[in-house]
T-cell receptor, first 111, second 112 residues
Framework: AQTVTQSQPEMSVQEAETVTLSCTYDTSESNYYLFWYKQPPSRQMILVIRQEAYKQQNATENRFSVNFQKAAKSFSLKISDSQLGDTAMYFCAFMYNDMRFGAGTRLTVKP | ETGVTQSPTHLIKTRGQQVTLRCSSQSGHNTVSWYQQALGQGPQFIFQYYREEENGRGNFPPRFSGLQFPNYSSELNVNALELDDSALYLC???????????FGPGTRLLVL
């Protein structure tokens, strides 16, 4: 069974600085998808970034980028130039037939 | 383009009752997935509907059931409610069963 582990329950970062959130997963499959979702206190889950496992190039979306290490089964999220609006729960998710989520990392951006 | 919507936003039920939660998928999407998110945890997959057929189910008992309609909207039904069913229920739609899922705002269910 696929599992997703986020080892950092909470993190904080100063506004304008860079922070990296960690995620590891376990699977025997070779073709799958990985996601980072953000859930602000308003509770709506918002897609941050998506990575296809068959692509070697790391995905980027503006200030958000990932470090995808397929052999190590690692998928970290880097947030550059952190903004107050980045404060939220961040969930790493693995999708093969269905989607499995990690327990989340609570990120606080401090002014 | 309308995003994913869910109703109601909040609901209070008592143990043993039945509840129906509703989800309207994003325009052009034919797949709906349902998740249960307990407080302080990540979402847990309940089931997925693809073109009106169940297309996968997580580790939830049969009292959790669903439907998808021809317009691809969906319902989640929970019978014989238990206290542990108290959670945020999230619906997500996608353009196909393995495509990116876009979430609705959720329904907060409290079982007393």
């Amino acid at each position: 069974a696929q599992t997703v582990t986020q080892s950092q329950p909470e993190m904080s970062v100063q506004e304008a600085e860079t922070v990296t959130l960690s995620c590891t997963y376990d699977t025997s499959e070779s073709n799958y998808y990985l996601f980072w979702y953000k859930q602000p206190p308003s509770r709506q889950m918002i897609l941050v970034i998506r990575q296809e496992a068959y692509k070697q190039q790391n995905a980027t979306e503006n200030r958000f980028s990932v470090n995808f290490q397929k052999a190590a089964k690692s998928f970290s999220l880097k947030i550059s130039d952190s903004q107050l609006g980045d404060t939220a729960m961040y969930f790493c998710a693995f999708m093969y037939n269905d989607m499995r989520f990690g327990a989340g990392t609570r990120l606080t951006v401090k002014p | 383009e309308t995003g994913v919507t869910q109703s109601p936003t909040h609901l209070i039920k008592t143990r043993g009752q039945q509840v129906t939660l509703r989800c309207s998928s994003q325009s052009g999407h034919n797949t709906v997935s349902w998740y249960q998110q307990a407080l302080g945890q990540g979402p847990q997959f309940i089931f997925q509907y693809y073109r009106e057929e169940e297309n996968g189910r997580g580790n939830f008992p049969p009292r959790f059931s669903g439907l998808q309609f021809p317009n691809y909207s969906s319902e989640l039904n929970v019978n014989a409610l238990e206290l542990d069913d108290s959670a945020l229920y999230l619906c997500a739609s996608s353009s196909d069963w393995q495509e990116t899922q876009y979430f609705g705002p959720g329904t907060r269910l409290l079982v007393l």
